[in-house]
């Protein structure tokens, strides 16, 4: 069974009725699953809106979401034509609508590290460029195993 979890009640009403995907409203922190009652969590691109103590919990919560043995696989971007790892990337405005996003560009190697802190270990590691229509950033994709007894 598939479904989703989103920080914000209209993404979780449009992927009930575009895709008749289960949705619950939550966020990294507190995730609304009970424990180790997950096979494996996909998180893209969500990371980046968290600071470094913030994503310590999500981690932990991945943690303790998955089964021993379970998997995560995690997305974020790493950097930009002007922005580095580690450095923040405000936007006020976005595809001509006014927003208030910090994106945080992460280092993989911190990141691998802080989820293994979590109880995550590093089984695969893939960074890539951008392509086609994306936004020209360079992103990181970790796959993880809980370890967790």
């Known amino acids: 069974r598939v479904f989703t979890i989103d ?8 992927a009930r009725a575009d895709h008749r995907l289960p949705a619950a409203v939550g966020n990294l922190a507190r995730l609304p699953v009970a424990a180790a009652s997950l096979a494996g969590v996909i998180c893209f691109y969500a990371l980046i809106h968290l600071n470094p103590a913030e ?20 997305a974020f971007h790493t950097s930009d034509n002007d922005v580095e790892a580690g450095e923040a990337k405000r936007l006020t405005e976005w595809w001509g609508h006014p927003v208030e996003l910090t994106f945080q560009f992460l280092d993989p190697s911190e990141e691998a590290h802080a989820a293994c802190l979590a109880g995550l270990d590093l089984l695969s590691r893939l960074d890539r460029e951008p392509h086609g229509h994306e936004h020209p950033s360079r992103r990181s994709y970790l796959l993880l195993r809980n370890r967790t007894p």
């Open 55 to 74: 994503r310590g919990a999500a981690y932990r919560e991945v943690a303790r979401v998955t089964r021993p043995g379970g998997h995560a696989l995690l």
């Open 7 to 14: 920080v914000s009640e209209v993404m979780c009403r449009r």
